[in-house]
């Protein structure tokens, strides 16, 4: 066989360090001594913005821009609103380390709060319905949460009842992802400014779940600031259909944080659909996730297919490994 290419020699003064000058690595490492290095909480947003290729039809004048929130540490664009409402939670005094957090989730935002409270000091209980993947649950215990299930059956209805009950008798300070406006507060400071920032302004459609509305809701009023004409699009599955992260709420539990007048309209997307679109989107893009995600991306075909020349941006909110055990890939 060829012998391997040899690297050049090093010189004898950077193979013994032993000279008056400092070798390289060494000199590297004095003049990077006093930098300040980054904590797991500083990779939060600033996710990528890709263009969808495959999937698109061919000849269409439409770009479809899918923004990969699976890139954040905890894995999805929970991790936005977690660190936020907990931030600003410390800011205003109403926690301080060491105290307990209570949150009702279906899956996401328990895994980004458990990553939130393991960085800044908190215990964390999360109350969820028991159908929710072991993956999710798996992972909110590595992060050191404590799991509280209620049925199936029950969903997210009484496990949101259930943490307010749990804070009333004093186990924990509930932060309310349904009804605190640092949810959406913190798409209004951070994913709205980076969808402007990357499409350099060009955007001409938003498309999101809705499940607790934070994201849409903060999306859009930053979007609308910057260009009122931007159309808002709302996601809900149809009647009967299971969708994980994509809600349609009986009125008494809608979130508190939504206003109606910031969605310009709402598409619904069937679960099949989405779960067919979350496989296409693993195979066809390269991208890996979720089903709420499938179906984000379905509905932005969907638009697409009614507009012509717009630059649509969507959100693919988590990862597709967080689904494995369904069977749906």
């Not at 000058?21 to 001594?33: T, Y």
Request: glycine letters at 10%.
């Amino acid at each position: 066989g060829v012998p391997p290419p040899a690297f050049p020699a090093l010189s004898s003064s950077v193979r013994s360090c032993k000279t008056s000058r400092p070798c390289f690595g060494v000199r590297m490492v004095a003049e990077r001594s006093n930098v300040e290095y980054m904590s797991a909480e500083d990779l939060v947003g600033n996710t990528p913005l890709v263009k969808l290729q495959r999937i698109c039809p061919e000849g269409s004048s439409n770009k479809i821009l899918a923004k990969l929130e699976g890139n954040n540490p905890a894995g999805s664009v929970k991790d936005r609103p977690a660190l936020h409402m907990i931030r600003s939670a410390e800011e205003r005094g109403d926690i301080v380390p060491g105290d307990t957090l209570i949150e009702a989730t279906s899956g996401n935002t328990g895994i980004a709060l458990a990553m939130a409270a393991a960085i800044r000091g908190y215990k964390m209980v999360l109350v969820m319905p028991d159908n929710m993947t072991e993956e999710r649950r798996a992972t909110m215990r590595v992060y050191g949460a404590e799991l509280v299930s209620v049925t199936k059956e029950e969903g997210m209805e009484r496990a949101r009842d259930l943490a307010l009950e749990m804070q009333a008798d004093g186990r924990g300070k509930v932060l309310d992802q349904f009804a605190n406006f640092d949810n959406p507060g913190s798409h209004y400071v951070s994913t709205g400014p980076e969808i402007w920032r990357d499409t350099k302004g060009t955007i001409t459609h938003f498309v999101s779940s809705m499940g607790t509305t934070g994201t849409i809701m903060g999306v859009s009023r930053y979007l609308k600031e910057m260009n009122p004409d931007i159309t808002i699009v709302g996601v809900q599955p149809t009647p009967g259909s299971s969708i994980p992260g994509i809600r349609r709420w009986p009125k008494e539990y809608l979130p508190k944080i939504f206003e109606e007048s910031r969605v310009d309209m709402v598409l619904e997307v069937d679960q099949k659909e989405a779960e067919e679109m979350a496989r296409r989107m693993a195979r066809e893009e390269g991208v890996f996730c979720g089903i709420s995600s499938g179906g984000t991306v379905a509905a932005a075909m969907t638009l697409s297919a009614q507009v012509e020349n717009a630059t649509i941006v969507t959100i693919v909110c988590d990862r597709g490994d967080r689904y494995l055990s369904t069977g749906v890939f």
